[in-house]
């Protein structure tokens, strides 16, 4: 019986691309895929170039300054020199400051100036590390980027590489040189991340008060036994005492006055020195240096807190509540204890609370509102009656510093970054290495010479591929099944025609499932490890202030005595070891927010880039490329328009700076009452307002990443636009649209599915299980006139859908029921690709495309 060729409408395109056509046309074999039956027109530089003269590469009125500036060359000349810049200011200011400042002290002076200037100067270090990193993580995707060459290579063994995001996957099949720069670079921005945010710190000025519990005759030269203080102090260590606990008020317990002051017999000892220095002290009384007279609850309320303008004081004390007697009735011993205040401990101090006082003095509204709860104040069992203050005023003794050790950390990465970067634009470029950068990139390659390997694959997705590798087997669709171990270099095979299926997929399907997990998941445990963090913050306020509520008028990153700490063996480590690990705990929460975000620039990335490819199915647009010829558009961005890229980076800022606001190094320099230098410390400070901040910040975050999710690609495209051998497969080109690269394009059905008639076929031969049927043609598809199958045609037992066709030649078999007889057919697959062609159709929903 003579075959009868049912043919599908088309859909008539609107406009025309060029105005005057180039006509391809084809009536005769299977294999060729360009359109049956019907003119075609394509784009060409012959015909547009008098028209539209850039279209022509090589026409002079194309070699314009932005197509120069968006070669690929000149932006790497621009990563060159912008880490070239950096490195220089770098080491000028790494210099200048070394030899322009005493003791690293850039400032010294005015403590708002000083927090001006330190602010300024974090400003700068940031628009400098974003430079830096900018150019870093540039020229980092070049050097992943595969070549034409390598992508090829990949294919031939069954695998495929990413194209147009960050990608770990490419660095086994790239060159080693570019291997090695790209783990180079990496390796090189870890100190940056840890470090840069810390060479310059404020410090923060304190008094180191010295206390002296006196008698009253020790105001007017009384008798001072040395001596006799230390062995009463001594003993007192080990006299019980009731009161309550110094960090759990309301809890009244029985303990020692050496159990609540922390202090042994050999720190009495040393602490009260000799005679000569008690006397001074009384010459100071004499002199007027103690001139601040304050009442016990005035003198509580002062030192209640390590800061202020507050030094050493004279506390009077004429009554021994543990001996409940006067001293001055035991001796003539003026001189009753003395101890220093040096540190940063907040409330307490071990002298102003413990159990030797029944109050939480941590509530001065309190006592002020009722004097009569602190009328039995009293230091190491000394009631106090009143006290004697000096004053020394830190307010212009404010530091801005910076390490030098850190700076010459940065300038050395610095140079090893800015090395590498050059190298990398050298061997790019003397190598005459071209990646595809983007998947524009990729098209363009793919239209300019189509790859063989992956014809008649124009609807495979990702998952097809894949899906058989999680399950430890060979695709069977694409691959051979001679089994490696035999050592058979395995073939792509050519695959069954798959049926379109016009489903606008949400966004989650245009990355893989391992993505989404582990960008969500380590958000999700980093935003509960700072919530973690701030219920200790919080926990830490209750127990200086004694109230939680306090945390919030502290001020966003200011430093308090009530919001700090030092972390275990730091507490008597050197003054270096304290600060570099105070300095990396803190820029940690730095760094691992740079490697979420790493993650998360590359999932954005991947649905940005399916979005982008499925607006090809839309209608045509110019190939957005990294290096522009004809019509193709220039990019100023990988594969993040700056919609989106420019919103991120300054949330991304933002939330580093908040970090940078919520858990920092505190350097304190503790000055004498004379106002000389007398020692340096440095702890952790936490502030609670950067904490929320930043919690709130990473969690908009990760819900606007979980909010594009739920957006849907229009284009009806396969997706996994980065997947090489998908975007390879969606550019086999008809025969005739061979300068389709250059021109905008768009993707759709070029040839739709046709129906030869091969005669009866038995009852028998048709397939009863629905489940193993697929839908070939559906009730819509007429024959211009002829015929109706006006019932679903369906291949015979295939069990998947994806069985391979022996001796493929783009025809199947199939039977249709056509009202009582069965007739058998042959089916001619249609096929979708890129193409300038005007006569593009939509893809008809459960017909076959190869």
Same mark, same amino acid.
């Given at each position: 019986m003579e075959s009868t060729e049912i043919d599908q409408p088309t859909r008539k395109a609107k406009g025309a691309l060029i105005p005057s056509p180039q006509i391809a046309e084809s009536r005769s074999g299977s294999d060729s895929i360009t359109?049956?039956?019907?003119?075609?027109?394509?784009?060409?530089?012959?015909?547009?170039?008098?028209? $539209?003269?850039?279209?022509?590469?090589?026409?002079?009125?194309?070699?314009?300054?932005?197509?120069?500036?968006?070669?690929?060359?000149?932006?790497? *000349?621009?990563?060159?020199?912008?880490?070239?810049?950096?490195?220089?200011?770098?080491?000028?200011?790494?210099?200048?400051?070394?030899?322009?400042?005493?003791?690293?002290?850039?400032?010294?002076?005015?403590?708002?100036?000083?927090?001006?200037?330190?602010?300024?100067?974090?400003?700068?270090?940031? $628009?400098?590390?974003?430079?830096? *990193?900018?150019?870093?993580n540039f020229s980092m995707q070049l050097l992943a980027a595969p070549s034409r060459t390598e992508v090829d290579a990949a294919h031939q063994t069954q695998n495929w590489l990413d194209i147009g995001v960050p990608s770990l996957r490419n660095l086994k099949h790239i060159a080693k040189c570019r291997r090695f720069l790209w783990w180079a670079l990496v390796v090189s921005s870890t100190p940056l991340h840890f470090l840069y945010n810390s060479a310059i710190l404020s410090t923060l000025p304190l008094n180191s008060s010295t206390l002296f519990v006196v008698t009253p005759a020790f105001l007017s030269g009384g008798n001072i036994d040395v001596n006799a203080t230390t062995a009463t102090a001594t003993r007192r260590l080990s006299m019980e005492v009731k009161g309550a606990l110094q960090l759990s008020p309301g809890e009244i317990v029985n303990t020692t006055l050496g159990a609540s002051w922390g202090v042994n017999s050999w720190q009495i000892q040393s602490g009260i020195k000799n005679a000569t220095w008690i006397r001074q002290v009384q010459e100071k009384v004499a002199a007027g240096?103690?001139?601040?007279?304050?009442?016990?609850?005035?003198?509580?309320?002062?030192y209640q807190s390590p800061?202020?303008?507050?030094?050493?004081v004279i506390m009077v004390s004429t009554y021994d509540t543990v001996m409940d007697i006067d001293p001055r009735v035991l001796s003539n011993n003026t001189f009753l204890f003395v101890w220093g205040m040096y540190g940063f401990g907040g409330p307490g101090n071990y002298w102003e609370c413990g159990p030797s006082n029944?109050?939480?003095?941590?509530?001065?509204?309190?006592?002020?509102?009722?004097?009569?709860?602190?009328?039995?104040?009293?230091?190491?069992?000394?009631?106090?009656?009143?006290?004697?203050?000096?004053?020394?005023?830190?307010?212009?003794?404010?530091?801005v510093e910076f390490s030098f050790p850190i700076m010459i950390i &940065?300038?050395? &990465?610095?140079?090893?970054?800015?090395?590498?970067?050059?190298?990398?634009?050298?061997? *790019?470029?003397?190598?005459?290495?071209?990646?595809?950068?983007?998947?524009?990139?990729?098209?363009?390659?793919?239209?300019?010479?189509?790859?063989?390997?992956?014809?008649?694959?124009?609807?495979?997705?990702?998952?097809?591929?894949?899906?058989?590798?999680?399950?430890?087997? &060979?695709?069977? *669709?694409?691959?051979?099944?001679?089994?490696r171990s035999e050592g058979v270099l395995q073939e792509w095979l050519q695959p069954t025609p798959l049926n379109y299926k016009q489903d606008y997929q949400i966004w989650f399907k245009g990355a893989s499932r391992r993505s989404w997990i582990l960008t969500i998941l380590s958000s999700l445990l980093f935003i509960l490890v700072g919530i973690g963090f701030l219920g200790f913050t919080l926990y830490q306020t209750r127990l200086t202030t004694g109230f939680i509520g306090d945390s919030v008028s502290f001020g966003f990153g200011t430093v308090h005595a009530e919001t700090q700490g030092r972390m275990g063996a730091l507490w008597n480590a050197p003054y270096a070891a304290a600060f570099f690990c105070y300095i990396l705990f803190a820029n940690l929460w730095?760094?691992?927010?740079?490697?979420?975000?790493?993650?998360?620039?590359?999932?954005?990335?991947?649905?940005?880039?399916?979005?982008?490819w499925q607006n090809y199915g839309i209608k045509k647009r110019s190939l957005r490329v990294s290096s522009p010829v004809g019509l193709q558009r220039s990019t100023y961005f990988i594969s993040l328009p700056w919609k989106y890229g420019l919103p991120q980076m300054m949330a991304v800022s933002f939330l580093h700076w908040t970090l940078s606001q919520s858990v920092f190094a505190v350097p304190v320099e503790m000055y004498s009452s004379d106002g000389s230098f007398s020692g340096r410390f440095t702890t952790m400070g936490y502030s609670f307002w950067p904490i929320v901040t930043s919690i709130i910040s990473g969690t908009v975050m990760i819900a606007t990443l979980l909010g594009l999710g739920?957006?849907?690609?229009?284009?009806?495209?396969?997706?996994?636009?980065?997947?090489?051998?998908?975007?390879?497969?969606?550019?086999?080109?008809?025969?005739?649209?061979?300068?389709?690269?250059?021109?905008?394009?768009?993707?759709g059905a070029v040839l739709q599915p046709k129906l030869r008639d091969l005669g009866q076929a038995p009852n028998s031969a048709l397939t009863t299980n629905n489940e193993d049927a697929i839908a070939i043609i559906g009730e819509d598809n007429t024959n211009r006139g002829e015929q109706k199958a006006d019932e679903v045609v369906v291949m015979r037992a295939p069990n998947t859908g994806y069985e391979r066709l022996e001796n493929y030649n783009r025809t199947c078999e199939v039977v249709v029921q056509d009202k009582s007889d069965y007739k058998k057919l042959n089916i001619v697959p249609g096929h979708c690709c890129f193409t300038t062609s005007r006569n593009i159709d939509t893809p008809k929903a459960g017909l076959l495309y190869d």
């Open positions: 359109p049956i039956g019907r003119l075609d027109i394509f784009a060409s530089r012959e015909l547009l170039s008098p028209f $539209i003269p850039k279209s022509d590469p090589e026409h002079p009125l194309a070699r314009t300054f932005g197509v120069w500036h968006a070669k690929l060359n000149i932006l790497l *000349l621009q990563a060159c020199i912008t880490s070239s810049l950096v490195l220089i200011l770098n080491i000028i200011g790494t210099i200048l400051m070394n030899v322009n400042s005493e003791n690293s002290e850039i400032f010294h002076g005015d403590c708002g100036t000083s927090a001006k200037i330190s602010s300024g100067l974090h400003v700068l270090i940031n $628009i400098l590390s974003t430079l830096l *990193l900018g150019a870093s240096v103690f001139s601040r007279p304050l009442t016990a609850i005035e003198c509580l309320t002062s800061t202020g303008d507050h030094s050493d029944s109050f939480d003095c941590r509530k001065p509204d309190i006592w002020k509102s009722d004097p009569s709860i602190v009328q039995d104040w009293n230091v190491y069992g000394y009631k106090i009656d009143y006290c004697l203050s000096s004053v020394n005023n830190l307010s212009k003794m404010c530091s &940065v300038c050395i &990465v610095n140079a090893i970054k800015c090395a590498s970067i050059i190298l990398a634009a050298s061997y *790019l470029i003397q190598t005459g290495h071209k990646p595809l950068v983007t998947i524009g990139d990729a098209i363009a390659s793919y239209l300019k010479q189509p790859e063989p390997q992956t014809a008649h694959m124009c609807l495979v997705t990702r998952n097809q591929l894949l899906e058989p590798r999680a399950r430890g087997q &060979v695709p069977k *669709l694409f691959c051979s099944k001679t089994r730095q760094f691992i927010t740079s490697a979420i975000h790493f993650h998360c620039n590359s999932l954005v990335t991947t649905l940005l880039a399916n979005m982008e739920f957006r849907r690609y229009k284009g009806g495209m396969p997706l996994n636009a980065t997947c090489s051998v998908i975007n390879s497969a969606a550019c086999h080109r008809p025969d005739g649209d061979k300068e389709a690269y250059l021109f905008p394009v768009q993707w």
